[in-house]
């Protein structure tokens, strides 16, 4: 048994919001009450720390396998565990692709001996090149049907819309989440950065926000048009954002995630030529980060995933040849209550709305029992989150699990610590200074 003191307990579901003891039996919450002295093998003193359900991050590049010296599985869950994640889900642009059996079940293997809770998408298209789609039907049914739960080509856009509709068609006949990367790559065509006036002012090519507009229209009509439902990866801007407040508002079955890079930095960032601050989609502008903040606050945007793209500092070193992409699983929480809760934006109870209930509810997977957290309640599996919400950290990329080092919050100092992650009622990971 585990027992977790005095702690400030914020639970969207229920409501609950005030200071408990937790009990953990067997890998489950047995109770939640003001004073329990129950004899636990274990006793954590909690006293001015918050418990969330665990995080989870919908939208992470574990590099596994084929890039293993940028991450592998159990690097990322290690990352993961440390920045209080206790369950991700892994995008298929790897090598190989994962749009096959083999990969899916070296993957769901490999998972077994991580500390996190690890599901993985496949592509949509063979290869990602956007022509033959995947059998959903079969590769759903890898790993014992409970592993492989969406389907992306992330990294790049469909190209087809033809293709791009069918593909959602199979995806909710198979009842897995059809997510896009709304990107036009005739439009981007190459750009390193937002297009606008840091690009002009460097003489760089830039990416213009319609390439991310466009096909997040197409995605949009795609699913109205065929009642399908699609979810829309990292939204960075402001335009895309009041296309699927109006799209929900007509029922159509779209939801969408951002990302923290996208609601707390701008394209000035890029003056410095530091390929850390690349990704794609890229830094935008204020108007946009309001844009997101507004949208995660009445619910246009569901949930917060950190697109965790490690590149190492070899592959980042040249500006203008870095691949795109950043780290973010051991900064997100973190960045969210310094930019977002101590600034009065959003709630605690947001919080555990966007990055723990919302990811899993889109999943398809919150709840199951004996699998997921989502909810700190009794009979709830017991993936817990602990952190001091005011304690000051400077980023310190040499100190993450992380095996890269590519966090464009690197220097920054933030508030909010993440001090004790549990999974299945085990402690994976306790901040040691
Ligand atoms: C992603 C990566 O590195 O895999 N990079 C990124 O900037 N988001 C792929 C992608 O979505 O472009
Ligand atoms: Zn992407």
């Known amino acids: 048994m585990l027992l977790l003191k005095n702690a400030r307990v914020v639970d969207y579901i229920s409501g609950l919001d005030g200071e408990k003891d937790i009990l953990i039996n067997a890998g489950e919450i047995i109770s939640i009450s003001e004073n329990i002295t129950e004899n636990a093998e274990r006793i954590i003193d909690c006293k001015g720390l ?42 298929p642009n790897t090598v190989p692709v994962i749009d096959n059996e083999e990969t899916l079940n070296y993957l769901a293997e490999k998972a077994k001996t991580c500390k996190v809770k ?25 790993a014992n049907g409970n592993f492989c739960i969406a389907m992306t080509d ?13 593909a959602m068609i199979k995806a909710g006949d198979e009842k897995v989440l059809m997510i896009s990367h709304c990107e036009d790559m005739d439009i981007a065509g190459g750009g390193l950065i937002n297009a606008g006036i840091v ?12 390439s991310e507009n466009i096909i997040t229209s197409r995605e949009i009509s795609l699913a109205r048009d065929l009642r399908e439902k699609v979810h829309i990866a990292h939204v960075s ?5 009041a296309e699927i407040r109006s799209a929900k508002a007509q029922g159509v079955g779209v939801t969408c ?23 794609n989609p890229p830094l935008r502008l204020r108007a946009d980060i ?15 995933a950190t697109d965790h793209a490690p590149h190492t500092p070899d592959e980042k070193y040249y500006f203008h040849t870095a691949p795109n992409g950043v780290i973010g699983l051991e900064t997100s929480l973190a960045v969210t209550l310094t930019f977002l809760v101590h600034t009065g934006k959003l709630s605690m109870f947001d919080i555990v709305r966007l990055m723990c209930v919302n990811p899993r509810k889109i999943l398809g997977i919150f709840g199951i029992k004996g699998e997921n957290g989502g909810s700190i309640a009794i009979g709830h599996t017991a993936d817990i989150t602990l952190f001091d919400p005011y304690e000051e950290w400077t980023v310190d990329t040499a100190q993450f699990k992380s095996k890269s080092r590519n966090s464009c919050f690197k220097g920054m100092k933030l508030k909010g ?17």
């Open 50 to 91: 918050t418990a969330i359900p665990g995080l989870f991050d919908m939208h992470v590049h574990a590099r596994d396998p084929g890039g293993l010296h940028k991450e592998d599985l159990l690097t990322c869950s290690e990352a993961a565990a440390a920045g209080g994640v206790t369950g991700f889900l892994c995008m």
């Open 118 to 142: 690890i599901y993985s998408s496949c592509a949509i298209t063979k290869g990602q090149e956007g022509k033959e789609i995947c059998d959903i039907g079969r590769l759903k049914k890898a």
């Open 154 to 166: 992330d990294g790049r856009p469909v190209k087809s819309a033809r293709v791009m509709g069918e």
């Open 199 to 210: 690009s002009i002012k460097l003489g760089l090519w830039g990416l213009h926000r319609s």
């Open 237 to 241: 801007t402001k335009e895309a954002v």
């Open 257 to 279: 995630e951002a990302a923290p890079h996208h609601y707390t930095l701008t394209e000035d960032k890029l003056y410095e030529k530091d390929a850390d601050y690349r990704m």
């Open 290 to 304: 309001d844009a997101i903040i507004e949208g995660l606050r009445d619910g246009t945007i569901d949930c917060i």
């Open 417 to 433: 610590r993440v001090k004790h992650t549990i999974v299945n009622g085990n402690v994976v990971y306790s901040f040691a200074p």
